[in-house]
């Protein structure tokens, strides 16, 4: 049997999730959806709030909550958070309710694009290029475990990926 016509964006902080996802889902005909903009919708707080008030784990909690009930839809493209993949269950839910694609780059290149804003806690610290490489090293194996599809970022364009994104969907029956 088919998976449901979902995308379902993941890959660590700046790989450029939300910003692909948004370019691709028009191309797919598919409604956007940010988790972590979702998040903060139904909190009516920002992330770095939420965080700062009931930890990461009141945030994974939400995380978790609400991307089995976006999920349950179809026709969406979901761009989730870099940490999504970390809980079992949220993996479960990837794989079996649409197409999973992976964006990569690396940690120097996800710092870069990620230096500028203070909206990601866990990359408010001394030394982010190395909370950015620890988090690849643990997660890329989940990114992984769940991908449909691999796709490269490094040095590439936002439209150009998300066109490669967009070709690679249709291609791929997932
Ligand atoms: N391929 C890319 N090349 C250059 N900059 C990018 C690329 N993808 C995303 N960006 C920029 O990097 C920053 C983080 O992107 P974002 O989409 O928020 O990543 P994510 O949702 O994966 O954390 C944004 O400022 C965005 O404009
Ligand atoms: O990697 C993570 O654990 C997180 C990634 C963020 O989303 P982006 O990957 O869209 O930056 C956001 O969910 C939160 O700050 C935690
Ligand atoms: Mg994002």
């Known amino acids: 049997m088919s998976k449901p016509n979902n995308v379902f964006l993941v ?8 910003t692909i996802g948004r370019i691709a889902a028009k191309n797919l005909s598919l409604k956007f959806v940010d988790l972590d903009a979702e998040i903060e919708k139904r909190c009516g707080a920002d992330i770095p709030w939420i965080f700062d008030v009931e930890g990461e784990a009141g945030f994974r909690k939400r995380e978790s909550l609400l991307l089995a009930e976006l999920a349950a839809d179809e026709g969406i493209l979901l761009a989730t958070g870099g940490g999504a993949v ?4 949220n993996r479960e839910v990837l794989k079996s309710r649409g197409c ?3 964006l990569c780059a690396s940690a120097k290149q996800l710092l870069e694009r990620t230096a500028h804003d203070r909206s990601r806690p866990l990359l408010q610290v001394d030394d982010p290029l190395s909370v950015l490489t620890r988090l690849m090293k643990e997660r890329d194996p989940l990114y992984r475990e ?3 599809l691999i796709v490269e970022t490094e040095r590439k364009k936002p439209q150009f990926v998300a066109e490669w ?3 690679e ?4 029956r997932c």
């Open 11 to 18: 890959g660590p902080m700046g790989a450029g999730k939300t």
């Open 86 to 89: 970390i809980d079992p269950q």
């Open 100 to 102: 999973v694609v992976y």
């Open 146 to 148: 769940v991908a449909d």
């Open 165 to 167: 994104v967009t070709r």
């Open 169 to 172: 969907v249709r291609q791929h």
